[in-house]
T-cell receptor, first 115, second 117 residues
């Protein structure tokens, strides 16, 4: 399998549920990202991991908890979400940390609906 | 602070027409990178092009071409002889060079392109 994959592709959850989104990249990259894409809003960066270390948390509420066990995998753990958290969650990866050839490649996203 | 503006929220054309998607950016950095991504209905953002701030040469790739003009802070994207498969949302993005923190992208609001047969 190539590129960036995300599972599940669709998720419906209640506000009291706990779920996790998974992202895997097969590109040999060292940096991984979570973005949120809501209707009528620009893409928002949530978290950045570089060599498994979190380097950016863009003021994301604590009900979103990222985990990066290695450079190929990234998780987003969800708990006690609100309906306004319903969105498309996109994962991306890039080769170098801020290098001149750094380009982010995106997965297909997880469409999350919070009831 | 960085900012990317895509003033056209939605464009509708008939197949085979040429169409230009506008992108205007703001940054205080002298070194930065500009990107275009395509987002088809499936949701995945597909990388189209990256351009660094020191390279103002226009680029052509098949039916796609890009016009980078630092004087007007614009990075416009033209599709020649549009096809139905070009229908998607197109995002322009800007990043600043940062060390050891990954590439921080600021996205524009996107332009939805609809190509009708």
């Amino acid at each position: 399998e190539t590129g960036v994959t995300q599972t599940p592709r669709h998720l419906v959850m209640g506000m009291t549920n706990k779920k996790s989104l998974k992202c895997e990249q097969h590109l040999g990259h060292n940096a991984m990202y979570w973005y949120k894409q809501s209707a009528k809003k620009p893409l928002e960066l949530m978290f950045v991991y570089n060599f498994k270390e979190q380097t950016e948390n863009n003021s994301v509420p604590s009900r979103f908890s990222p985990e990066c066990p290695n450079s190929s995998h990234l998780f987003l753990h969800l708990h006690t979400l609100q309906p306004e958290d319903s969105a498309l969650y996109l994962c991306a990866s890039s080769q170098e940390a801020g290098g001149s050839t750094d380009t982010q490649y995106f997965g297909p996203g997880t469409r999350l609906t919070v009831l | 602070a960085q900012k990317v503006t895509q003033a056209q929220t939605e464009i509708s054309v008939v197949e085979k027409e040429d169409v230009t998607l506008d992108c205007v950016y703001e940054t205080r950095d002298t070194t930065y990178y500009l990107f275009w991504y395509k987002q088809p209905p499936s949701g995945e953002l597909v990388f189209l092009i990256r351009r660094n701030s020191f390279d103002e040469q226009n680029e052509i790739s098949g039916r796609y071409s890009w016009n980078f003009q630092k004087s007007t802070s614009s990075f416009n994207f033209t599709i020649t002889a549009s096809q139905v498969v070009d229908s998607a949302v197109y995002f322009c993005a800007l990043s600043e060079a940062r060390n050891n923190a990954g590439n921080m992208l600021t996205f524009g609001g996107g332009t939805r392109l609809m190509v009708k047969p």
